[in-house]
């Protein structure tokens, strides 16, 4: 057995979004809309059309590689990738080549608990093609049809150095890039729908053996990253300890199956006859607008993370879980606005409001629960107005319904019981119906008082104060002695 | 009226009968399509004639007719084939794209539709824009109407036969490396190129789309400015088009200033290449000017001859790309084939002519790695020293005056023996284009019947000083405007 390191680089394909889109005005909100209904003559390649660069696609790559610590380079242009395929109308795609638009940058995320760092060789920016589609109503049997509704639409395509040590690290790696780029508001980074795809290249090397580099394609989910990669590093592994050899190729990872199957007789290194798009201009990145965007530059989930650390003495965990959603982020600040107790905050974020959001298969700005009104539930548990159990099944009502916190609480009668007199009533009655829970507490049982004191709250349905049914028992229970 | 009677008739002249209503724009394109009829059968130079449509479209003008006459109201005109024009099949003059009819009509196009124009039909050309004779158009040669056994030139000789032949008043072509100016040269007319940038290349069928400008041809330099007018300026659809505002005759500097213009003639372009008799007649024009009291300087463009080296590697690599959507999968031609890979190669082997081919292959070879440098890059960078060439000679004068080809035109089915031979014919159209500047050709004079191309080159968007020049040697010169009898010999 020795000893093998394992290098993986990622390359990701981001769909911007835009409107419209790359070179022509049409809409590139695709999903679910009938094939060829989102097309022109410049998006279909008709003879005598021509791109016209949408800016917005310039703006939005610029803020990600802004983001990703790119260097910008000050003249960029379009080239032309030309190769033959039924889903690429014009016979080439218009792609940056040799001077894209961010180069040498870096990533951070934590994996593990442990800080990391990639650094991001390219982002640059390419339309996306269409799509064959082999079977539907419009078809017959046993032909094919291409969709254009995706062609044309603006993507970035980021490529990290083979920085990446495990498939865990290019799992976290990866998740951080998404929450980078959901973060500005520049992909909605959905991997399920592709408008997040991830390649990525991995090789195992000893100190004897250069690695051979193994391309891993249709990973369509952060798990299906992990797992792939995971397969592909024991393959490897196994094939180099019988001292067999690893070709250099792509692999398609098989979901089902749960393995990487080789893509065989795509082997021949294509010539793309790269040459700069005669159509388009080359254009600048003047300073000042890259200085615009910089300033306008949201903060990056981890930089949030940092602060939510140090401003609110949140545990690295917690800060983590918070920004992983630039929504959940963003509600929990808001909500503190009113009610300005963090960690309580967090705790019933992460516990209680991400259960009903799960329940309900919603976001947190679809739910019909707003920041102010959690604040206001959570001040009436500070102030000991209801109890934990009663303001979890307020909230319930409150996600289903939008009612405010108070309403639902005066409407079922809710309010807390903290009268000493009536309280003192209901906790002799209890002590009464509990003989032996009182024996056993007055014989040193001191779990039989938290059953006391359940039996408490069973009486008044969860409405009495915690904290003083538990005084009166035991000045009661003592008492009785 | 009769079709002689607008022999000498400029636009000007169309729409001065139109505002007076002397005539309607129904009786304009039937006096047209009759011409065509009686033409066309020697002629060719039309691939469609849009007889049922201009007719409609005319009719209605006639029944609709406004206080204020548009520009070009109901003038008829005749669009080159691989301009696209909605609902009309645009070809350029290939089987890839027999069937073809364009769902949209090019910027261009749609300019001359709100200036009031009826597209009277579409031209012949060589296959994609790719030859200098019309020869290699898929569907038959275009005769020149001054010797029907000769070429009208290329690739827009369907264009400028029509005018020649007065089939069209006017029409449009495109300019790749000469196109719209050796068929002008060869059919006795006026072809204009453009600066690049000045006319909107959407809904033109790419060539080579560093190199592409659609231009006029027409009979009068005055009508060049009027259609100049109409479809130059900045177009949202192309980022190639400069942000200017459409070209305005204001911009002809007065007749007086004309005079003090320089005229630079580059000694490259009076080589022995050139046939005696068209050295001689561009000689005897510049003689006018001189006598006029124009100053003439000679000037050198040193570089002229790696121009066409360059042209060919540039515009066959970006030609390679541009056509390489024709492959079956959406529109056009498609040959079934056993899988995808044999319907792209028969689609392309059956849809394709020999020249397409042939630029095709040259252009892959090369863009492909390993040649990239060798050739592209390298043509690139002749094409700076082309440009620099231009800087330079333009600095001693304000435009330059050269003969627009070597040669008269030849005879048709000539065997074409050297290849090379027949590319050395844009040897002076060629540069210019390279360089992206506006160029003309003008008649100035026939020899047995045959005119005598002469080029007038300006700097970038100086089509002011080039169309005044150009208007004034044409007045100086006073050659009648051709109208053929279209017998098989020589006659004007
Ligand atoms: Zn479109």
Known sequence: MSDFTTTIGLEVHCQLLTQAKMFCRCSTDYIGKEPNTLVCPVCLGLPGSLPVLNQKVVELALRAALALHCQILPQTLFHRKNYFYPDLPKGYQISQYNLPIGIDGFLEFYSQGVRKKARIRRIHIEEDAGKLVHEGAFLPPGTSGVDCNRCGIPLVEIVTEPDLSSPEEARDCLMMLRNIVCYLEVSDGNMEEGSLRCDANISLSSSSLTGVKVEVKNMNSFRSVYRALSYEVERQRKLLEEGKPVFQETRHWDEIKGVTVSARGKEEAEDYRYFPDPDLLPFSLKTEMIEEIKSGLLELPLEKEERFMTQYELSQGEAEILVQDREIADFFEDTLRNFNKPRMVCNWIVTEVFRNLKELGTTISRAKITPSHLAELLKMVDRKEISGTMAKSVLEEMFTSGARAREIVTRRGMALINDEKELENIVKEVIEKNPQSVADYLSGKEKALQFLIGQVMKETRGQADPELTRNILIKVLSSEE | ?492
């Open chain 2, 1 to 492: 009226m009769k079709i002689e009677e607008f022999k000498d008739f400029t636009i000007q002249d169309y729409h001065h009968l139109l505002e007076e209503k002397k005539i309607s724009p129904l009786e304009l394109v039937n006096i047209f399509l009759e011409r065509i009829e009686e033409g066309e059968d020697k002629i060719h130079a039309f691939l469609f004639v849009n007889e049922e449509k201009a007719k409609n479209e005319a009719r209605e003008k006639t029944d609709n007719w406004p206080e204020e006459l548009p520009p070009l109201w109901g003038l008829p005109v005749a669009i080159k084939d691989n301009i696209c024009t909605q609902g009309m099949p645009t070809t350029c003059g290939s089987k890839m794209l027999e069937n073809f009819v364009s769902p949209y009509d090019a910027t261009v196009v749609e300019r001359l539709k709100a200036a009031g124009a009826i597209i009277l039909g579409k031209t012949n050309m060589d296959e994609f824009a790719m030859g200098s004779s019309t020869e290699n158009s898929t569907f038959g040669p275009t005769h020149n109407p001054l010797d029907l056994r000769r070429t009208p030139g290329g690739s827009s000789g369907g264009s400028a036969a029509s005018v020649c032949a007065l089939e069209a008043p006017c029409a449009l072509g495109s300019d790749t490396g000469g196109s719209v100016r050796q068929p002008a040269a060869f059919c006795g007319v006026v072809g204009l190129r453009p600066t690049y940038g000045r006319v909107p290349r959407y809904g033109v069928v790419g060539l080579a789309s560093s190199l592409d400008q659609a231009g006029p041809i027409t009979r009068k330099v005055e009508d060049a400015i009027t259609i100049l007018e109409v479809i130059s300026g900045k177009d949202s659809r192309d980022s190639t088009c400069a942000p200017y505002p459409p070209f305005s005759r204001n911009e002809i500097p007065s007749l007086e200033d004309i005079r003090k213009i320089k005229v630079g003639v580059p000694r490259e372009y009076f080589s022995s290449r050139v046939e005696k008799v068209i050295g001689e007649k561009i000689q005897e024009a510049l003689g006018k000017l001189k006598g006029e009291g124009v100053e003439l300087v000679e000037v050198s463009l040193p570089h002229t001859d790696y121009a066409l080296e360059a042209y060919y590697i540039v515009a066959s690599a970006e030609a390679s790309s541009n056509l390489a959507r024709y492959d079956g999968v959406m529109y056009g031609l498609r040959v079934e084939g056993e899988d995808l890979q044999d319907m792209y190669f028969e689609t392309r082997t059956l849809g394709f002519g020999k020249e397409v081919k042939r630029r095709i292959i040259l252009g892959t070879y090369s863009l492909s790695s390993g040649h990239y440098d060798e050739y592209y890059l390298k043509s690139m960078k002749v094409r700076t020293l082309v440009r620099k060439d231009f800087e330079e000679a333009l600095k001693q004068c304000n435009l330059l005056i050269t003969p627009t080809t070597p040669s008269f035109p030849f005879f048709l089915g000539e065997e074409t023996q050297d290849l090379y031979e027949r590319y050395t014919d844009d040897i002076f159209t060629i540069p210019s284009a390279l360089a992206g500047l506006p160029s003309l050709s003008l008649n100035c004079g026939y020899e047995g019947g045959l005119p005598v191309g002469l080029q007038i080159i300006g700097g970038p968007f100086e089509e002011g000083k080039l169309l005044g020049l150009a208007l004034w040697l044409e007045k100086l010169l006073a050659l009648p405007s051709p109208f053929p009898e279209l017998k098989e010999g020589r006659g004007q």
